[in-house]
């Protein structure tokens, strides 16, 4: 089988780990247990090693269709053709009971219409196909056993033995039915039950109920509503529940150029990823999720170091600080990009504009959520008193370059946001905290960003001090209330960054380039393609325009309808798009989903404000 564009592929889950299930009916990427685990099936990142779960009905006349059940994320992949009409629903059950409720991904067949023969292969590669593992069949399925991990496949169809696997072939009439169940077994164990058909109808109506109750629970009532709370779904299955960190995405090394080297682990929680994602849950009603973070949060400030010292900006999910990087150089990557990584050098670097969006997150969780406790404002004192200590030193920033540190001017704004939060905090609860200081140092830095981070002669603030370069990740200003979105030097940056790149600019038909990745500057070869979430930015940025400039406001919103195109026959989004439209990067993306749910928030109000 051919590698499949990025954008064919849907994702189900069960806020453990999840699974890619692309259009043509193959699972081609599943981590287990969790989603930091290794890979069982990795057909994404080498079409012939990586392993994969596919079920697809014979013939070359097949049209398919995949679309989410309504409010949910059980996802149904649809095959039509003149014999027949066929689906598989692909769900992990959530919301009922039992000690192997989040260890089973069920694929359920069968026929609406008419007749369809299936071909089944399940091929599993543990390890990142690094492990072999044994293959034995029984009379309720088949067994994958290896010494870390023993999967199995429970299902009434006809296996047979293949090289790395099982498959089989089986034909179903209308109203038949065929349920597959993997699951992780005992070393030794049997593959456990099947599941007959009325048992398999029962869990699918939980999980359906499950999510359907969660959604429901959301406050945007707005224009983009089906976006919105698809955009919702997908960050919640992002989420690791035993301890609420939120994954940047679930995926590993897919390319943020077709061949390129950008190829980066997101199965981790960013602070910065993070304390965005829980603005934006928090922003349409969902504060369990708020809390839960902020609990993990807590526990990082608690036990990250003895002494005083800065925050490290990526975590796995259960907490641990070691992400040492490796490259599997025994996998192709995606269309041959390579090298294909897993963990993430980034765990080690400098970046200070974390405290700004932490503290922002925490002084939005004390307003709308809960009021924080004595024991965690010392730990956000504590910080803030670091930052006192440590503002002025340059970077790696927020995109993580590797092109050495830099005075970024973003680290610098964010900086400002987290001193100004922290005054606000400390006011608003009457904490007890060194207000002169902390005031003293929000004002050197806005000065500081005011006349080192702005460059006269382009008529724009830059990427760093002494640079004359563009970063989009400045639209942010009004957005953090640094800049009045009417301030002249506001409006003179959006007009150089919103213009295409051959004019100097870093916009292209709506959509925008974080930086100019051609320079080499973050230390990387080749290029990549427009970053989804600075396109929101751009709209938001806009919008805040749009409320004493209506054609800003028709131009927000023209744009935000614009990047919806470009979500796929899902709704959802990867990291970046590429020139063609195509997804890029990891997939799904929280960044890109929050960025959207706070940019329809934010339009909405500003155009029911008129």
């Not at 077709?258 to 504060?287: H, M």
């Not at 956000?380 to 790696?396: F, G, I, K, M, Q």
């Not at 930015?537 to 054609?551: K, N, Q, S, Y």
Request: glycine share 10%; hydrophobic share 35%; with cysteine.
């Amino acid at each position: 089988m051919a590698y499949h564009p990025i954008e064919n592929y849907g994702i189900i889950g069960n806020m453990r780990t999840t699974a890619l299930v692309g259009r043509h009916g193959s699972i081609d990427w599943l981590c287990f247990p969790h989603f930091d685990s290794p890979s069982v099936f990795a057909a994404i990142l080498d079409d012939k090693k990586g392993g994969r779960f596919s079920i697809a009905p014979l013939g070359n006349e097949v049209t398919t269709k995949q679309f989410y059940w309504p409010d949910t994320n059980v996802l149904i992949t649809r095959f039509l053709s003149s014999q027949g009409v066929g689906e598989i629903e692909d769900f992990m059950p959530v919301g009922g009971t039992g000690p192997d409720l989040f260890h089973q991904l069920i694929r359920r067949v069968k026929v609406v219409r008419g007749r369809m023969t299936f071909r089944l292969h399940c091929d599993p590669a543990f390890d990142y196909a690094r492990t072999t593992h044994q293959t034995h069949l029984n009379s309720t399925g088949a067994v994958f056993s290896t010494p870390a991990l023993t999967l199995g496949l429970a299902t009434t169809l006809p296996l047979k033995q293949a090289e790395q696997g099982v498959f089989a072939e089986f034909t179903l009439g209308r109203g038949e039915h065929a349920v597959c169940v993997l699951r992780e077994i005992e070393a030794g164990g049997c593959c456990g039950a099947t599941l007959p058909d009325d048992h398999a109808q029962r869990v699918f109506e939980t999980t359906v109920q499950f999510w359907q109750d969660w959604i429901s629970h959301s406050r945007y009532t707005g224009r983009w509503r089906e976006m919105v709370s698809r955009s919702a779904l997908a960050l919640k299955l992002m989420t690791f529940e035993p301890t609420g960190a939120i994954v940047a995405s679930p995926t590993c090394s897919l390319p943020e150029e077709i061949g390129g080297v950008r190829n980066w682990d997101y199965r981790y929680t960013w602070i910065r990823d993070s304390a965005f994602t829980l603005y934006g849950l928090i922003r349409i009603g969902f504060t369990r999720e708020a809390t839960a973070f902020m609990e993990w949060l807590d526990a990082r400030a608690r036990n990250d170091r003895p002494e005083p010292g800065p925050l490290q900006i990526v975590y796995g999910i259960d907490g641990r600080t070691d992400l040492s990087e490796y490259t599997l150089d025994h996998l192709d990557g995606y269309r041959g990009s390579r090298p294909v990584r897993i963990g993430n050098g980034a765990y080690a670097h400098l970046q200070l504009d974390i405290y700004g969006e932490l503290l922002d997150s925490v002084y939005l969780y004390n307003k709308h959520v809960n009021p924080i406790s004595y024991h965690h404002w010392l730990r956000v004192r504590n910080s803030l008193d670091w930052l006192c200590e440590n503002w002025t030193r340059e970077d790696e920033g927020i995109w993580e370059v590797r092109g050495g540190r830099r005075h970024f001017v973003y680290s610098k704004l964010m900086c400002w946001v987290a001193f100004d939060r922290g005054l606000r905090l400390a006011q608003k609860r009457s904490f007890p905290a060194d207000h002169l200081k902390w005031l003293s140092m929000r004002d050197r830095v806005y000065e500081e960003i005011m006349t080192k981070g702005w460059d006269e002669s382009r008529g724009t603030f830059v990427q760093s001090y002494g640079s004359d370069s563009l970063d989009a990740s400045n639209l942010i200003m009004p957005l953090v209330h640094f800049l009045s979105p009417s301030d002249p030097r506001m409006r003179r940056m959006l007009n150089a960054i919103n213009r295409p790149p051959d004019e100097g600019g870093l916009v292209s038909d709506g959509l925008v380039h974080r930086y100019d990745a051609a320079t080499g500057a973050d230390g990387l070869d080749g290029t990549e393609g427009t970053f989804n979430m600075c396109s929101f930015w751009l709209v938001e940025a806009l919008t805040r325009m749009g409320r004493t400039d209506r054609p800003k406001l028709d131009e927000a919103q023209l744009l935000f309808e614009r990047m919806l195109g470009y979500a796929n026959h899902l709704g959802l989004y990867a990291e970046e798009t590429g020139t063609n439209g195509e997804a890029l990067g990891n997939f799904p993306q929280a960044f890109t989903h929050l960025a959207l749910i706070s940019a329809a928030f934010n339009l909405d109000r500003a155009l029911d404000e008129g």
